[in-house]
C-alpha cells in the first residue's frame, strides 16, 4: 500500500517561509500527480496547489498563486510546497495527496493517497 508523509510543518512568524515536503513510497512521481490541501479549524478543506505528473503543469488556487510554489523531484519521489509571506490565515493543517496522471479534478475525495498532514501555526 502506497504511503504518503507529509513534513516540514511549524511554528513560523508572520511574513515568514517554510517549505513542506511530501514523500511518497510505493508509487512514482513519474507517474501521480501531487496536490496540497489545507484545513484550518473551523473551515473547509481546500486545495491549494497541484503539478501533473509528467509535463508538471502548476496549478494554483487564485488567491495564493504569488505566494506558494509546488515543485517535485521525480528521482528523490518527494513533492515541495513553498509558502511564502507567511499570514496568520496560512495556519492549518497541510496534507499532500495523490491522484494518477492529472490534477483534474482536483478534488480531495478523489485523490488516491491521502497523507496524514503536517501543521502549520503562523504566529509572533
Known amino acids: 500500500q502506497p504511503q504518503i508523509v507529509e513534513s516540514g510543518g511549524g511554528l513560523v512568524q508572520p511574513g515568514g517561509s517554510l517549505r513542506l515536503s511530501c514523500a511518497a513510497s510505493?508509487?512514482?512521481?513519474?507517474?501521480?500527480?501531487v496536490g496540497w490541501f489545507r484545513q484550518a479549524p473551523g473551515r473547509e478543506r481546500e486545495g491549494v496547489a497541484c503539478?501533473?505528473?509528467?509535463?508538471?503543469?502548476?496549478y494554483y488556487i487564485e488567491t495564493e498563486k504569488d505566494r506558494f510554489t509546488i515543485s517535485k523531484d521525480k528521482a528523490k519521489n518527494t513533492a515541495y510546497l513553498q509558502v511564502d509571506i507567511l499570514k496568520p490565515e496560512d495556519a492549518a493543517e497541510y496534507h499532500c495527496?495523490?491522484?494518477?496522471?492529472?490534477?483534474?479534478?482536483?478534488?480531495?475525495?478523489?485523490?488516491?493517497?491521502r497523507g496524514k498532514g503536517t501543521l502549520v501555526t503562523v504566529s509572533s
Open positions: 503539478i501533473s505528473s509528467s509535463d508538471e503543469t502548476e
Open positions: 510505493g508509487l512514482s512521481f513519474y507517474h501521480y500527480a
Open positions: 495527496a495523490v491522484r494518477f496522471l492529472s490534477c483534474s479534478p482536483f478534488i480531495w475525495d478523489d485523490m488516491e493517497y
